[in-house]
């Protein structure tokens, strides 16, 4: 099993659809992270999951819906999205979210490519 | 809040030669750590390399080196022996209180 796995690793939707992206880590991490990455701009965090609580919800539209049953899992539920939300979509974990003593280094899901028609 | 500044979108490197990527940054804490990560076609992100920001020496990794310049704010990579393999986006990040990416250099590798 690689660390951080994703399902789909591509989907494409209509605006009126509603799917999930899964992610899954095997590395006994803590935190759980969603990241967006588009085309020649910097990733941008989506939202962190510590613990199974969230703690970080970047202005996030409500279109866009995490969930974390367990530090293991991780979705992002999508509904009435727009075509500017087409991009690939990241999940990340760390052993903790920026613990002291900790890199807090990231490690990625190969990401799942979403395209809103 | 910090900003990470990737200069160069795009670079190329005669395989066998050595290629360096620039990266500066913009934070007002002291204790941070700097990454690079690379980023292959329709593959995952890996880390390449990290740098503690309290650690005066550069960070190594086989071909993999860091110019660590914490007055400057400014952390470029180099990758020596450039390969084929090497063909990918690369991500300058930093990581204070959270994390943030520059927006990437995609380097070709020209055999």
């Known amino acids: 099993e690689t660390g951080v796995t994703q399902t789909p690793r591509h989907l494409v939707m209509g605006m009126t659809n509603k799917k999930s992206l899964k992610c899954e880590q095997h590395?006994?991490?803590?935190?759980m992270y969603w990241y967006k990455q588009s085309a020649k701009k910097p990733l941008e965090l989506m939202f962190v999951y510590s613990l199974e609580e969230r703690v970080e919800n970047n202005s996030v539209p409500s279109r866009f819906s995490p969930e974390c049953p367990n530090s293991s899992h991780l979705f992002l539920h999508l509904h009435t999205l727009q075509p500017e939300d087409s991009a690939l979509y990241l999940c990340?974990?760390?052993?903790?979210?920026?613990?002291?003593?900790?890199?807090?280094?990231?490690?990625f899901g190969e990401g799942s490519r979403l395209t809103v028609l | 809040a910090q900003t990470v500044t990737q200069s160069q979108p795009e670079m190329s490197v005669q395989e066998a030669e050595t290629v360096t990527l620039s990266c500066t940054y913009d934070?007002?804490?002291?204790?941070?750590?700097l990454f690079w990560y690379k980023q292959p076609p329709s593959r995952q992100m890996i880390l390449v390399i990290r740098q503690e920001a309290y650690k005066q020496q550069n960070a190594t990794e086989n071909r993999f080196s860091v110019n660590f310049q914490k007055a400057a704010k400014s952390f470029s990579l180099k990758i020596s022996d450039s390969q084929l393999g090497d063909a990918a986006m690369y991500f300058c990040a930093y990581r204070g209180n959270q994390f943030y990416f520059g927006t990437g250099t995609s380097l070709t590798v020209i055999p």
């Open positions: 590395l006994g991490h803590n935190a």
């Open positions: 934070t007002s804490e002291s204790d941070y750590y």
């Open positions: 990340a974990s760390s052993e903790g979210f920026f613990q002291t003593g900790s890199t807090g280094e990231l490690f």
